[in-house]
Nanobody, 118 residues
């Protein structure tokens, strides 16, 4: 079945930037045409929260906490999702997960990648 693998996490100083990737495998080349994809994050001691998403038609949505700082994009040919994070704050420290919700009814999650801002 669908497999999502995040990468690009790491440790950065406040104000810095980081770009996360989420590679989807075992999927057709038209993956983004039938699945809405998103980024969520979970900080220590907190519940997982929504960060940003992009629908099959390209419509994007993002949480107020990251507006103006994060950008979600996708590479259709590579079936890869990205999250460009700029002006990082300590509050952004969390494990970031990518997820997909498809027209088939399937819901998929990656294993997560750690982002630490100090």
């Amino acid at each position: 079945h669908v497999q999502l693998v995040e990468s690009g996490g790491g440790s950065v100083q406040a104000g810095g930037s980081l770009k996360l990737s989420c590679a989807a495998s075992r999927v057709p080349k038209f993956f983004f045409n039938i699945c809405a994809v998103a980024w969520h994050r979970q900080a220590p001691g907190k519940e997982r929260e929504f960060v940003s998403s992009i629908r099959s038609d390209g419509t994007t949505t993002h949480a107020d906490s990251v507006k103006g700082r994060f950008t979600i994009t996708r590479d259709v040919a590579k079936t890869t999702l990205y999250l460009q994070m700029n002006s990082l704050k300590t509050e952004d420290t969390a494990v970031y997960y990518c997820a997909a919700q498809c027209t088939s009814g399937g819901n998929y999650w990656g294993q997560g990648t750690q982002v630490t801002v100090s």
